[in-house]
């Protein structure tokens, strides 16, 4: 999806960022350069535009909180489980945004909530179509690989088959086509990736099936000082800086949501 209109609050980001292969760099000494680790297919949250650049409501968020700290980032682009993988393994310092889980608070320290989200589960909009979790008894779904749709999927609805994918297209398409009869993701990803292949119109989500969830950003446990300072910068990003920034981002066939209580606190 692409943005309308440019925030003001961001001009002057011109003069400290430049565009870099593999991110977006804020000037500076590589080794004062912290590199916050992205899905490039996580629209509209995080992804590389048509000219290679970083897009996505979550890299405006950062952006703005480099405004505000002063603080150089890179932009390190991989898949989604490449992102988290990056994170562990010292390729980056900061993860972008994601959900927290008992299996990732064992090795990382989440951030203040940076906006808040949730899991909705995608069906074919047909008369005969699945209208509870209990109509995917028995049956196929899907899921994007290493997140936390994937295990909302098996958790809430243990008796059916669940499919992991690489990507949306290849998920969307198995749905459109009944492959599986259902998948599970961020709601406003799901919304954008159909929107994406026109196919929008076509899908519908469980009623009910909605859970909640915030994305926060993420370091590697122990690391205090980084998550000082993302918890800084944050606090500075004021709630209607948030809300204009997801009023350019999230498709209309999504929930606008008001910035997660304690992501911009005064």
Excluded at 16 to 42: H, M, Q, T, V, W
Excluded at 243 to 257: D, G, M, S, V
Aim: hydrophobic share 40%; with cysteine; net charge neutral.
């Amino acid at each position: 999806m692409k943005r309308t209109s440019i925030l003001l609050v961001f001009v002057s980001l011109v003069f400290l960022c430049a565009c870099a292969a593999g991110g977006y760099r804020a000037k500076g000494p590589e080794s004062a350069i912290l590199r916050i680790s992205c899905d490039r297919n996580f629209a509209p949250f995080t992804y590389v535009d048509a000219a290679g650049k970083p897009a996505g409501m979550l890299v405006d968020i950062w952006s703005l909180w480099v405004e505000r700290t002063g603080q150089a980032v890179r932009f390190v682009f991989s898949d989604w489980d490449g992102s988290v993988q990056a994170l562990k393994d010292g390729s980056a310092e900061i993860h972008s945004g994601l959900f927290k889980n008992e299996s990732r608070a064992k090795w990382m320290d989440f951030s203040t909530p940076v906006y808040q989200s949730g899991i909705a589960v995608f069906v074919p909009d047909t008369p005969g179509g699945p209208k509870s979790l209990e109509d995917l008894r028995g049956k196929k779904a899907g899921a994007l690989d290493g997140g936390a749709p994937l295990d909302y999927l098996k958790g809430a609805a243990p008796e059916t088959t669940v499919q992991g994918y690489r990507g949306y297209r290849e998920m969307i398409g198995d749905a459109s086509s009944g492959k599986i009869a259902a998948f599970a993701d961020e709601e406003v990803g799901g919304w954008t990736a159909l929107a994406e292949l026109g196919l929008s119109e076509r899908f519908t989500t469980i009623p009910g099936a909605y859970v909640p969830r915030q994305f926060f950003a993420a370091v590697r446990k122990g690391n205090d000082r980084i998550l000082m300072l993302v918890n800084q910068g944050l606090s500075q990003i004021r709630p209607e800086e948030l809300a204009a920034i997801e009023a350019l981002w999230i498709p209309q066939n999504a929930r606008h949501l008001t910035p997660a209580k304690g992501a911009a606190q005064q």
